[in-house]
């Protein structure tokens, strides 16, 4: 719930296929995540994740850097589309754009990311290849809170997922996408039972209410 009391209201952006935004939204269907989704919004008008959306029956938004457009011009557009959907938590699903920090600031410890790696090792594009290309054993996922910085922010959780000989970036990036799935709505469950809370770069996670105490 929101703290209106009135179901708890999510904005997705994408960019792409969508399938985290999808994870999203069997999330809120089942009521794992107490929230509604309100809208998507994509950069790309070709995203295919949109078609998804609408036809899951979801509001949906295009809005496109177009040339000549500062990244805070674009973000403004942003803001004032998802303003007439008054949204509680911003879900970056796949988006790829660095948000600008007039977006960060309209929605402060509102908006959560996935990002394909263990943070902070691997942040920006390709995060698999450069897991691969660096040698490292283990690699994963991360959802975190959005600050001003790419692949920065508190994180809220993270999945491990071990890099196996003869890996390339197709079946790494298959294996860390099942734990993207699940881990990703877990956080916005979190999110919305109340029990995420940031200090610095620390995010607090809340017993769950009515949890026997261990022991
Ligand atoms: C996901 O692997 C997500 O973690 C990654 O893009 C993919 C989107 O897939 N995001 C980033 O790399 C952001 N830095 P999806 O559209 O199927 O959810």
């Known amino acids: 719930m929101s703290d209106g009391g009135r179901p708890g209201r999510v904005a997705i952006l994408i960019s792409g296929r969508g399938s985290n935004m999808e994870a999203l ?3 809120m269907r089942s009521g794992a995540i107490a929230a509604e989704p309100a809208v998507v919004l994509s950069n790309k008008r070709s995203a295919k994740g949109l078609e998804t959306a609408a036809a899951a029956g979801i509001p949906t938004e295009v809005v496109r850097r177009r040339k000549g457009m500062t990244h ?6 942003v803001i004032e589309a998802l303003d007439r959907y008054d949204i509680d938590l911003v879900c970056l699903a796949g988006y790829m754009r660095l948000l600008s920090p007039l977006m960060v600031a309209r929605f402060p410890d509102r ?3 996935i ?3 263990l943070l902070p090792a691997f942040p920006g594009l390709d995060a698999q290849q450069q897991a691969l290309d660096y040698g490292a054993r283990f690699s994963g996922c991360t959802v975190h809170f959005v600050d001003e910085e790419c692949d920065h922010g508190p994180i809220v959780t993270q999945a491990a997922v071990s890099i196996e000989p003869g890996d390339d970036a197709s079946s790494l990036s298959a294996r860390i996408l099942e734990q993207e ?3 990703y709505p877990e956080a916005v469950a979190l ?4 029990r995420l809370s940031v200090e610095g770069r620390q995010v607090r996670i809340a017993p769950a209410t009515g949890t026997p ?3």
């Open 115 to 117: 990002h394909p790696s």
């Open 191 to 194: 999110f919305f039972q109340g």
């Open 111 to 113: 908006i959560l990311n």
């Open 25 to 27: 939204l069997r999330g």
């Open 213 to 215: 105490a261990a022991g």
């Open 72 to 77: 805070e011009d674009h973000d403004r557009l």
């Open 181 to 183: 799935h699940r881990i």
